[in-house]
């Protein structure tokens, strides 16, 4: 059987793809902060094995994300480059709002308690998504199950709201212990 040339699949591609260069470059500065902090961060151990030590595997780990960031640049330099870099990047920085909006219902939590703030974020990412109508009740359903099955079910020990305080001793004690 003869294959054309559009058959192969593209293993090594003959352009970078926007924002690639850029991602290796973001990459590998992490990892060299990280590399850097490492001995403020983890301690060394005596008498412990070389691999035993606290601090090995993910000076390891990031010294592998350093070297294979390093080769791939390296390797793609030669490549043209596809134009659209900065949009590539706008992308990126504009998926950092989900971030923002998982650590104010993280804050939330101590102050709301786990099953409000939790319905509020299920049904508030569902807005933000774009869904109306039956979707959003069913992702404020959807935070209640989280809530009833962690909580409840699993038994994770999450600390209680401080909306709580204002329930009637009887009632607070079901709402720390079960929601």
Do not use: C
């Amino acid at each position: 059987m003869s294959y054309q040339e559009d058959d192969h699949p593209h293993v090594f591609p003959e352009s970078r793809k926007p924002g690639e260069m850029l991602f290796v470059t973001i990459t590998m500065f992490v990892a060299v902060a990280l590399l850097a902090l490492a001995p403020w961060q983890t301690t060394w151990l005596p008498g412990k094995g070389f691999a035993a030590q606290p601090r090995f595997w993910p000076m390891l780990s990031l010294g592998g994300v350093v070297l294979f960031g390093l080769l791939n640049a390296l390797s793609r330099m030669r490549i043209t480059r596809t134009p659209g870099r900065w949009q590539e990047a706008t992308v990126w920085m504009r998926s950092l709002e989900f971030v923002g909006w998982y650590m104010l219902y993280v804050a939330a939590i101590p102050l709301l308690g786990y099953l409000i703030a939790t319905v509020l974020f299920t049904t508030g990412m569902a807005l933000r998504l774009g869904y109306r109508g039956r979707s959003v009740m069913v992702a404020g359903l959807f935070g209640v199950f989280v809530v009833l099955f962690f909580k409840t079910a699993m038994n994770v020990k999450i600390p209680g709201g401080a909306i709580y305080e204002f329930a009637p001793d009887t009632f607070r004690y079901f709402l720390l212990r079960y929601f």
